[in-house]
Antibody, heavy 118, light 105 residues
Framework: EVQLVESGGGLVQPGSPLKLSCAASGFTFSSNWLNWIRQAPGKGLEWVASINPDGSSTYYPDTVKGRFVVSKDNAKNTGYLQMNNLRSEDTAMYYC???????????WGQGVMVTVSS | DTVLTQSPALAVSPGERVTISCRASESVSTGMHWYQQKPGQQPKLLIYGASNLESGVPARFSGSGSGTDFTLTIDPVEADDTATYFCQQSWNDPTFGAGTKLELK
């Protein structure tokens, strides 16, 4: 059974860093892309990062480019999202999902909440 | 960015047929996917590549379209289909529609 479990969320002050983790199981993690997608409370979905199977290529929208860094450790079957210089508008539920930049996300984690507030 | 426009809400009766539309601001070929999200849950992939049914998804769900105009059809609608439906394009930087909230009468 494919499973993705996010962790590392919480309440942080503006300007602070935070690192999310995504533990994967039930599939060959090293052969799959990984996406991070967020959803602000009561709002729609926003793509925030994609990484290719071996971690050599990453993609970001302009809203997070230069602040967020996506990575994956294929030996640990875990993906990461390092978020720096957090802003109030980054407050959202963050989901990791199996899928790629040019493909749909077919399995999603349950999400982890990040709240940026002073 | 490619903007995806969806109608905000629909209300239908169980047993009816419902179509949910998604219009892209530029052509995305068949790089369009549909998700269902119920309150408090993560999104679930229903349709990929505009018209391909994801494994395990009931055949009541179908997708069509190419270029800029896409449709998700549910026929017949069941009570459990109450949810918000999002379209997403992957032709370029991934973007999502704002979602269509489906309510049952």
């Amino acid at each position: 059974e494919v499973q993705l479990v996010e962790s590392g969320g919480g309440l942080v002050q503006p300007g602070s860093p935070l690192k999310l983790s995504c533990a994967a199981s039930g599939f060959t993690f090293s052969s799959n892309w990984l996406n991070w997608i967020r959803q602000a409370p009561g709002k729609g979905l926003e793509w925030v990062a994609s990484i290719n199977p071996d971690g050599s290529s990453t993609y970001y929208p302009d809203t997070v480019k230069g602040r967020f860094v996506v990575s994956k450790d294929n030996a640990k079957n875990t993906g990461y999202l390092q978020m720096n210089n957090l802003r109030s508008e980054d407050t959202a539920m963050y989901y990791c999902a199996r899928g790629g930049y040019y493909s749909p996300s077919d399995y999603w984690g349950q999400g982890v909440m990040v709240t940026v507030s002073s | 960015d490619t903007v995806l426009t969806q109608s905000p809400a629909l209300a239908v009766s169980p047993g009816e047929r419902v179509t949910i539309s998604c219009r892209a601001s530029e052509s995305v070929s068949t790089g369009m996917h549909w998700y269902q999200q119920k309150p408090g849950q993560q999104p679930k992939l229903l349709i990929y590549g505009a018209s391909n049914l994801e494994s395990g998804v009931p055949a009541r769900f179908s997708g069509s379209g190419s270029g800029t105009d896409f449709t998700l059809t549910i026929d017949p609608v069941e009570a459990d289909d109450t949810a918000t439906y999002f379209c997403q394009q992957s032709w370029n930087d991934p973007t999502f529609g704002a979602g269509t909230k489906l309510e049952l009468k």
